[in-house]
Nanobody, 116 residues
Framework: QVQLVESGGGLVQPGGSLRLSCRASGIIFISTMGWYCQAPGKQRELVAAITSDGSINYADSVKGRFAISRDSAKNTVYLQMNSLKPEDTAVYYC???????????WGQGTQVTVSS
């Protein structure tokens, strides 16, 4: 079965950086890999996504601060988070869309807390 294993969350001070990683196993052909976040009391929303041909989409709130990348050979997607703000605090979820079936898969989520 498909499994997504995330790592890299934690507690960081405002202005700090974190790097999230997500490795997908049990799946060969992947279309889009991305990161979503969900803060308490809010809906899950897109942070950044990258397609198999390298097209990238960012939420307006993270443009210029976050960078998404992927290593297709390792089925791994990364999210470099710089200049973190308290409002970035949320659970971050990895998302993968299969290339042919278009099935959606989710990671278990990793907590990111930005606080002094």
């Amino acid at each position: 079965q498909v499994q997504l294993v995330e790592s890299g969350g934690g507690l960081v001070q405002p202005g700090g950086s974190l790097r999230l990683s997500c490795r997908a196993s049990g799946i060969i052909f992947i279309s889009t890999m991305g990161w979503y976040c969900q803060a308490p009391g809010k809906q899950r929303e897109l942070v950044a996504a990258i397609t198999s041909d390298g097209s990238i989409n960012y939420a307006d709130s993270v443009k210029g601060r976050f960078a998404i990348s992927r290593d297709s050979a390792k089925n791994t997607v990364y999210l470099q988070m710089n200049s973190l703000k308290p409002e970035d605090t949320a659970v971050y979820y990895c998302n993968v869309i299969a290339r042919f079936s278009r099935d959606n898969y989710w990671g278990q989520g990793t907590q990111v807390t930005v606080s002094s």
